[in-house]
């Protein structure tokens, strides 16, 4: 039972272009979100997160919006960089006594070509 | 400053083994979660602790995973005895709150023979 989906396994973009990757949540206890990135033989860094009550936050070339009705949330960012080129993992919390518990989605590896 | 420490970064070991990783968090964090990632299943969260006291364990796979943390700047996760199946990546991560983004070490890869 797959709580956080990211359907993408991979997305392919030029340097300066838009990327945006994607991801979708069942759980409607869910009200934090984050996305963390990924590079090889490291741990996940977290980038950006989102609170169920903003449906956007800003952070540079970083942008997550989350759309609560349709469960879905989306991190875009402009422009895309060869650095940026990484696995991308959402994640979410449910509030209460399991807001320290994070459900990770299975990750989207993100090309960017020079 | 320092980052999640986790030794050793890579184990090979063979099965019936008991296996010890280890993780030193960041200084001044209350929050201390394992973590574990194979092609299978993902990044899931095995056991995470605050305050040094275990809160959440249901994501510990059967009785033969054990984790402590005796202090605020030690946790260990324990499997005895080892299986070939427990081969992944574990991933330590600390916070400072519980709402906070947790912060992750690079990882023990384990391979179990």
């Known amino acids: 039972d797959q709580q956080v989906k990211q359907n993408s396994p991979s997305l392919s973009v030029q340097e300066g272009r838009i990327s945006i990757l994607n991801c979708d949540y069942t759980n409607s206890m869910f009200d934090y979100f984050l996305w963390y990135k990924k590079y090889p033989a490291e741990g996940p860094t977290f980038l950006i997160s989102i609170s169920s009550i903003k449906d956007k936050n800003e952070d540079g070339r970083f942008t997550v919006f989350l759309n609560k009705s349709a469960k879905h949330l989306s991190l875009h960012i402009v422009p895309s960089q060869p650095g940026d080129s990484a696995v991308y993992f959402c994640a979410a919390s449910a509030g209460g006594t399991s807001y320290g518990k994070l459900t990770f989605g299975q990750g989207t590896i993100l090309t960017v070509h020079p | 400053d320092a980052g999640v420490i986790q030794s050793p970064r890579h184990e090979v070991t063979e099965m019936g083994q008991e296996v010890t990783l280890r993780c030193k968090p960041i200084?001044?964090?209350?929050?201390l979660f394992w973590y574990r990632q194979t092609m299978m299943r993902g990044l899931e969260l095995l056991i995470y602790?605050?305050?040094?006291?275990?809160?959440?364990d249901s994501g510990m796979p059967e009785d033969r995973f054990s984790a402590k943390m005796p202090n605020a700047s030690f946790s260990t996760l324990k499997i005895q005895p080892s299986e070939p199946r427990d081969s992944a990546v574990y991933f330590c991560?600390?916070?400072?709150?519980?709402?906070?983004?947790?912060?992750f070490g690079d990882g023990t890869r384990l391979s179990i023979l």
């Open positions: 200084s001044g964090h209350d929050y």
């Open positions: 991560a600390s916070s400072l709150m519980g709402y906070q983004p947790q912060h």
């Open positions: 602790f605050n305050n040094n006291v275990p809160i959440d």
